[in-house]
């Protein structure tokens, strides 16, 4: 007898995750997970935080705890919110989710019927994928330009498909590092509103921006229709697994039944931890900290693909973030790469696991957020000799 | 236009953490949460643990980590399982959730189909009726007698259903405080096995047993069947939100796929430090120090109600776990004695919301862990107060 829903069934193991574990090997240079660099973890903050909080009131920090999450910490997400980009936005408005990931998951459980028609980025973020596939449903790829995604192509799929909600990664987007320009964030806007069409803007990212000038989320040119996705995982720590929605309350009601459901609420020790960080210090100067390190990250890496490629490999330059996305020369698959270069101790992410349909075969994304400038030379000077090798046979 | 999915619109707002709003008030003696003696929380001994984890591996402790959770977490569980009742278990028959809370939530993910017929207990433990409600199965509630589940109503029901899983707490049962005995254990075993059909046993209260003689678990009785779900919450403290699954390999798969999905990880920071808390302490020094606060919890409101009803309500008289449960003469609403008792500034649970279909009207569910003997005293004689007034218009 088979036990298992439909759901669970029609899901894939992430290919990802079993990368990492071939990734995780001491010897290897890893450009394939998503981490962040552990250099740069405030331990001495986070140290002195846990003494204070539960010297302060450790009744309160280790009992059951509302499940829209602590309200210091959303007046302050909602602050920030209102202070970079005018926001009309208050703690009410925020829910306080297990990374932005489970905003995903709840997400899909408070909006999706079977069936639903959905837009999703090609290639797009893999975790998303499989979040939103647990609610059965129908996936409409939308193809990425420098700019953002394409409006021609999402304009003829909202047309054709009566599309509900679209998912997007605007800044520094996973897997390609690209970022929507304002104005695609204006037009995407005005396309939501248009044809009443829900936005999940994933962005746990937006603070990593080391060139260029700031854009505004797409949230605040349509409030009504988007719900915004929030992570302390990569500017603070990721173990705690703190994230957030920001919508608008009738749907944060809606998300916090699907929260309790869920999990009752997220670690309330954490997330009284996590504020007193913010409370204590500048988040700004720890941010700007990381900005300058991938800066030097990403140069170290785009240098290393024009010193050891010849000009044989494209990639994106992105102005933030922790990832670029790189061509490789058309019929090359970054899948047999990948084996070549496992063989000689550097991994990558093939690119096709981020297309839900097909495609990608030649395409790749590479970390940078978590080897050092000289490992990132090593690492692509590694993976270029298995490059050339596996070109020449 | 209507964004939400079928499944939110069917799902009712918890009534018990809207009552929690009223119960907070510092005035009144609150019977009604289901939170632990906040006293009994190792505050020292997790402030050490907090450092000991930063000192020895920050970066490990504060980077991703794998979604099954922390090995040496993952095996002490196990262990325990071994001693105490010789169970076959190992780590990686292990999943580390977010509470038990999130046991049930991926259970419903990973084995429900919509209209899968689910037999559940009646009353039965609101949060796990939330959350498989959101995989729109079918509810078939069986009633409950003084030794656990309705044998004979349970076996009627699987032949006229085609039952695939039953969701039951046999341990100091939430809301009544009743433990199946271990003769209807073995019977329920056998009833799994030969109508192959899950079992979903949710046990955080079980070691919360201060007299009588502690019984195995029914997964021991029927290990491929039973999905064991344990939790920290009651033991430790509830913020950290750990709790896990103990299940067949092939299950725990499954799990991780949807855990993954979820939230990719539970926090692997606070597993780590509870892990040392573990290592550091002996564990069942600290639940022995529970066991006999709550046993003397117990005996204050059960000799309260004797002392202030003259035998006008009954009430169950657990061995065990943090409820009783009360039944009212026939006829009186426990809702408008809520009310009532309220304005006296004492709260509790109305029974109704531990029935899924009708039910309960002149029930309640009283917690005694949350107040010390004085005050479960005063707030008995408060509720009394309230009753009588009730009664005698």
């Not at 005005?190 to 962005?203: A, G, K, Q, T, Y």
């Not at 921006?209 to 409030?223: E, T």
């Not at 459901?261 to 007193?276: G, K, T, Y």
């Not at 290393?304 to 990639?315: L, P, Q, S, T, V």
């Amino acid at each position: 007898m088979n036990f298992f829903s439909e759901r669970i069934l029609n899901t894939r193991r992430s290919f990802i995750r079993d990368i990492l574990e071939v990734a995780g090997k001491p010897e290897v240079i890893s450009f394939a997970g998503g981490l962040p660099n552990p250099d740069l973890f405030p331990v001495a903050e986070i140290a002195e935080a846990c003494q204070k909080v539960l010297a302060t009131d450790s009744k309160g920090a280790l009992q059951y705890a509302k499940t829209q999450g602590y309200h210091p910490l959303r007046s302050w997400i909602a602050g920030r919110y209102k202070q970079q980009y005018g926001m009309d936005v208050e703690a009410d408005d925020i829910l306080i989710t297990n990374g932005s990931q489970q905003g995903i998951d709840l997400i899909g459980k408070v909006f999706l019927n079977e069936g639903d028609p959905v837009v999703v980025e090609k290639p797009g973020y893999l975790g998303a994928l499989q979040a939103l596939s647990m609610y059965q449903p129908e996936f409409h790829p939308v193809a990425l330009t420098e700019e953002g995604i394409n409006l021609d192509e999402l304009k003829r799929t909202i047309k054709n498909a009566s599309i509900k909600l679209i998912y997007s990664v605007p800044s520094f987007q996973n897997p390609t590092g690209i970022t929507y320009s304002e104005s695609v964030r204006r037009e995407t806007a005005e396309l939501l509103r248009e044809n009443n069409i829900l936005f999940v803007e994933d962005n746990p990212y937006g603070e990593l921006r080391f060139m260029g000038s700031d854009i505004a989320p797409v949230k605040s040119f349509c409030m009504d229709n988007v719900l915004l996705l929030g992570s302390f995982s990569k500017v603070v720590v990721p173990s705690f697994r703190l994230g957030w929605v920001c919508a608008r309350k009738e749907f944060i009601e809606k998300l916090i039944v699907a929260k309790q459901a869920s999990d009752l609420h997220s670690s309330s020790f954490v997330q009284r931890v996590i504020n007193q960080v913010l409370v204590d210090h500048n988040m700004d100067d720890h941010i700007d900290a990381i900005r300058e390190v991938y800066k030097k990250q990403r140069d170290a890496m785009v240098n290393a693909i024009k010193a050891h490629f010849n000009g044989d490999i494209k990639c994106t330059k992105p102005e933030g973030g922790m990832f670029l996305w790189a061509d490789l020369p058309d019929g090359m698959s970054s899948m047999k790469l990948f084996d070549a270069a496992v063989k000689k101790d550097v991994a990558f992410v093939p690119g096709f696991p981020f297309y839900c349909d097909d495609g990608g075969e030649s395409t790749m994304r590479l970390n940078y957020s978590n080897a050092d400038e000289a490992a990132i030379d090593t690492g692509i000077k590694r993976l270029a000799d298995a490059f050339y090798e596996l070109k020449d046979n």
